[in-house]
Each structure stands twice: as C-alpha cells, then as structure tokens.
C-alpha cells in the first residue's frame, strides 16, 4: 500500500485538528457548532479555507465581516490578521491548506 490515509472527525461538535503537517503543505479541519470560533491570528502561511458544511464568519485585516456559504474556497495571504468564527446555527465545518507548511516560513 503506498497511499497514506488521515481520517477526520465526523461528529458535529467543536474539532480543531490537525491531520497533515508535511512541508509541502499543513491541512487542518474545523468544525465550529453555533457561537463557536477559533482563536485570532495571523495567517502563518499562504491559507486557503474551503467550506463544506455551513456558514463562516470570517474577519480579514482591517475589514468587516464577510460570511462565506458551503462551496466557497477563500484564499487567506500571508501574514493577514484573521478572526474566524460560526455566528449561524448550523454547524460549520471547514478545511484549512496552508502551502508551503507555517515552518517552511520560519526558515
């Protein structure tokens, strides 16, 4: 066998996970129920988030909130101040892809 499988959680409460962390790319996966957010930060990476399940409320610099629906993939640049947070009832679930992984950036 030379594919390697990750498995993720399937469950509708709070999950802030890690699956990949490789230097070509980190993959993280979130699920955010009502009210739920993950922590502000910088962008430690060149960041694409792709919603699957949901509604993300999501905050980028300077800016206002936008809210992006199921199907949307946002691209996030490096070094961008972000607050990212579910303010809709139904549970929002998204992947984060960081290309190259945040450490290639520390080098």
Known sequence: ???????YATDDQKHIEKLI???PVMINHMVLPEGEYVPDHKANSLVHM???RGLLTLELGEQGPHT???GSII??????FMKIRNEHREICEFFVVK?????????
């Not at 066998?1 to 498995?7: D, L, Q």
Request: proline share 10%; glycine share 4%.
């Open 68 to 70: 992006y629906e199921r």
């Open 1 to 7: 066998m030379i594919e390697t499988r990750y498995a």
């Open 99 to 107: 290309s190259p992984s945040p450490r290639i950036y520390g080098k």
């Open 21 to 23: 962390d490789a230097d």
């Open 75 to 80: 691209n996030v640049p490096y070094d961008t």
């Open 50 to 52: 792709i919603v699957v």
